[in-house]
């Protein structure tokens, strides 16, 4: 049985003729004489009959286009209860983060979605926070698991697969050389892969953005780095640089949070060092006005940590 045909059911019941069934669902009478023999096939009682030349329903076809009535009511309840939950402004919206843009935006997004929420918590989302750092190409199948997923990649990468995954596009975030504060390196405005590919190393594990970067001085300077450490944590590789004996790669904006006066960013010409931070969401998600005001607070909270460099 199709909805439609119950409710050409239910007005065959209260107008009484085949006519002006096709007039007030502005079909033809055709149309509803072909669905309604259809309901018919489904069934193994007679659900209309002729009285005069009018079509009027069986008692079996009085209790189907009742049941059909409560069927259209219930489809109107879910769409009301749908679109009341597309519109509301204070409903879940979960986010995920890899881990140094969640040290960098996750506190400050809290923080200006409960300013904004002076007519009380309905009236902003309730958030959902976690990290979750995986290679590029794992980034798009979260948007299965949360309804905004901060992604990055490298400028110069594939981009995301735009038939599963809707983009946003958030921020274009340059990967700095990052030097104890005392080394001699340290006192020039700008580096280049010869100057630093020589040195010492902490970096990510292969598929992370800081990988990708010495991969590419590597590439350009035609000599190989002496990499020390693997370590996808940036507060680690801060911790270590600012130690002494290696220099790392860090982003620009993202990375601010972990850094120390033991520390310093320069930024690295002749590669591209560049990494796109994007959100990724499954299309339908979009269409909810608390998932689109969690993005427009992270557009805030970005812009902001950017300009403040």
């Known amino acids: 049985m199709e909805v439609h045909q119950l409710q050409m059911l239910r007005e065959l019941g209260d107008?009484?003729?085949v006519k002006a069934v096709a007039e007030t669902l502005m079909v033809t009478p055709s149309a509803v004489s072909q669905q309604l023999a259809l309901l018919q096939k489904?069934?193994?009682?007679?659900?209309?009959r002729k009285e005069g030349r009018a079509l009027v329903l069986t008692d079996a076809g009085r209790v189907l286009a009742d049941a059909g009535a409560a069927v259209v009511n219930a489809l109107a309840d879910a769409r009301a209860a749908i679109g009341a939950y597309h519109?509301?402004?204070?409903?879940?919206?979960?986010?995920?983060?890899?881990?140094?843009?969640g040290q960098a935006l996750f506190a400050p997004l809290a923080a200006l979605l409960a300013t904004a929420g002076g007519a009380g918590p309905e009236s902003v989302p309730r958030l959902k926070l976690a990290d979750e750092?995986?290679?590029?190409?794992?980034?798009?199948g979260l948007a299965a698991r949360y309804d905004l997923v901060l992604a990055h990649r490298?400028?110069?990468s594939p981009g995301w697969p735009t038939d599963k995954v809707a983009v946003i596009p958030l921020a274009d975030e340059p990967l700095d050389v990052v030097l104890?504060?005392?080394?001699?390196l340290a006192a020039r405005r700008e580096l280049r892969p010869a100057d630093v590919v020589g040195q010492t190393w902490v970096t990510s594990r292969a598929g992370y953005s800081p990988a990708d970067v010495l991969a590419a001085?590597?590439?350009?300077?035609?000599?190989p780095a002496d990499v020390l450490h693997r370590i996808n944590d940036y507060s680690t590789v801060a911790s270590l640089v600012a130690a002494g004996g290696a220099i790392g790669l860090l982003p620009r904006f993202t990375a601010r949070r972990v850094l120390d006066a033991g520390v310093v960013l320069r930024p690295l010409a002749g590669v591209n060092s560049v990494r796109k931070i994007d959100i990724l969401a499954r299309p339908e998600t979009l269409k909810r006005k608390s998932v689109m005001t969690v993005c427009e607070a992270l557009q805030t909270v970005?812009?902001?940590?950017?300009g403040a460099t």
Do not use: C, K, Y
């Not at 750092?133 to 798009?140: L, S």
């Not at 104890?180 to 001699?184: L, T």
């Not at 001085?217 to 000599?223: D, F, I, L, M, N």
């Open 217 to 223: 001085v590597v590439a350009v300077s035609g000599r």
């Open 133 to 140: 750092d995986v290679a590029q190409e794992d980034f798009p």
């Open 180 to 184: 104890p504060a005392g080394h001699p």
């Open 302 to 306: 970005m812009t902001e940590l950017a």
């Open 15 to 17: 107008l009484g003729s």
């Open 154 to 156: 490298m400028e110069h």
């Open 42 to 48: 489904s069934v193994d009682v007679p659900l209309t």
């Open 87 to 101: 519109d509301s402004p204070g409903s879940t919206v979960t986010v995920s983060a890899f881990h140094s843009a």
